[in-house]
């Protein structure tokens, strides 16, 4: 059974930065093998792909929105994903999630666990 929980949001101003972390827990052995990511949601959103890192952190993925100012890494001994959050804008604001995702080359980059963490909150005021 997978457990997955982000912390590390908050209220920051438009320009600060935020470091998020997940946590997955029942994967001791597959963690390793699963390329990760993070998804967020903003209120009366749907929830949209943010960043990846593939399971060796080899490749790392981003949406345009979040390009060159987001950067996202993973430590594969502690079962951890990180989202380093620079340069904040108001449009950040949601409630972000992680997952392990699917990555293929010609289609979007999707989640692939079924459950989903509670999130963290992250709100920019400008």
């Known amino acids: 059974q997978v457990h997955l929980a982000e912390s590390g949001g908050g209220l920051v101003q438009v320009g600060g930065s935020l470091r998020l972390s997940c946590a997955a827990s029942g994967l001791t052995f597959t963690f390793p093998y699963h390329n990760m990511g993070w998804f967020r949601q903003a209120p009366g959103k749907e929830r949209e792909f943010v960043a990846a890192i593939s399971w060796n952190g080899a490749s790392t993925y981003y949406a345009d929105s979040v390009k060159d100012r987001f950067t996202i890494s993973r430590d594969n001994a502690e079962g951890t994903v990180h989202l380093q959050m620079n340069s904040l804008k108001p449009d950040d604001t949601a409630v972000y999630y992680c997952?392990?995702?699917?990555?293929?080359?010609?289609?979007?980059?999707?989640?692939?666990?079924?459950?989903w963490g509670q999130g963290t909150q992250v709100t920019v005021s400008s």
């Open positions: 997952n392990a995702v699917n990555i293929w080359a010609s289609r979007p980059i999707s989640p692939s666990f079924n459950s």
